[in-house]
Nanobody
Framework: QPQLKESGGGLVQPGGSLRLSCTVSGFSLDEHAVGWFRQAPGKKREGISCISAYDDKKFYSNSVKGRFTISKDNGKNTVYLQMNSLKFEDTAVYYC?????????????????WGQGTQVTVSS
């Protein structure tokens, strides 16, 4: 069974930074793409980023482009999401998802296996 575990969330002030980690098992990052979603209270889940398995293609939603950076270390079985210039509206539970195929597709498609999530709170 594929397993994913997010870590690195916490409380941060506006303008600050956090780095989230997604450690995976049961599949290889050189075979499956991995995406990041977030869900704020009362809102739908939002796909915000994805990294492909083979060719290092990276994708971002308009809401995070220029502020967030996705990367991975295949040897460590870990995908990272570096979040800079954080805003109040970035407050959410952040999830990583195994897309089960090598290429990223539409960021908003929720197909795949999910982790438990990690809370990010941006507050003064």
């Amino acid at each position: 069974q594929p397993q994913l575990k997010e870590s690195g969330g916490g409380l941060v002030q506006p303008g600050g930074s956090l780095r989230l980690s997604c450690t995976v098992s049961g599949f290889s990052l050189d075979e499956h793409a991995v995406g990041w979603f977030r869900q704020a209270p009362g809102k739908k889940r939002e796909g915000i980023s994805c990294i492909s398995a083979y060719d290092d293609k990276k994708f971002y939603s308009n809401s995070v482009k220029g502020r967030f950076t996705i990367s991975k270390d295949n040897g460590k079985n870990t995908v990272y999401l570096q979040m800079n210039s954080l805003k109040f509206e970035d407050t959410a539970v952040y999830y990583c998802v195994d897309r089960k195929i090598p290429e990223c597709t539409d960021l908003q498609i929720e197909f795949g296996d999910w982790g438990q999530g990690t809370q990010v709170t941006v507050s003064s």
